[in-house]
């Protein structure tokens, strides 16, 4: 078993091991949400447009893939 981190150690740390776990909650949340949003919307426009809105749905998450991989390359080379 490890031994546990100095007082010292484990208040500077404190803060950035927070935003981390706030960080990833935000982006589990948002992915849950972009989820269910489209499953509700695949069961309500399902039957009118059928593979169109499938489409649509997988474009708008490739856009949001392709902003969030922007991000991450701009806020690297920032720090």
Do not use: C, H, Q
């Not at 981190?5 to 992915?31: M, N, Q, T, Y």
């Not at 919307?41 to 474009?59: E, L, Y």
């Amino acid at each position: 078993m490890a031994r546990p981190l100095p007082k010292d150690l484990e208040d500077r740390i404190a803060g950035a091991a927070k935003k981390a776990e706030v960080r990833s909650v935000g982006v589990f949340g948002f992915g849950l949400g972009i989820a269910v949003g489209f499953g509700l919307g695949a069961a309500v426009f399902g039957a009118v447009s059928g593979s169109m809105f499938f489409m649509v749905g997988a474009g708008v998450v490739a856009y949001l893939w392709y902003l969030a991989s922007k991000r991450s390359k701009t806020k690297n080379k920032k720090g």
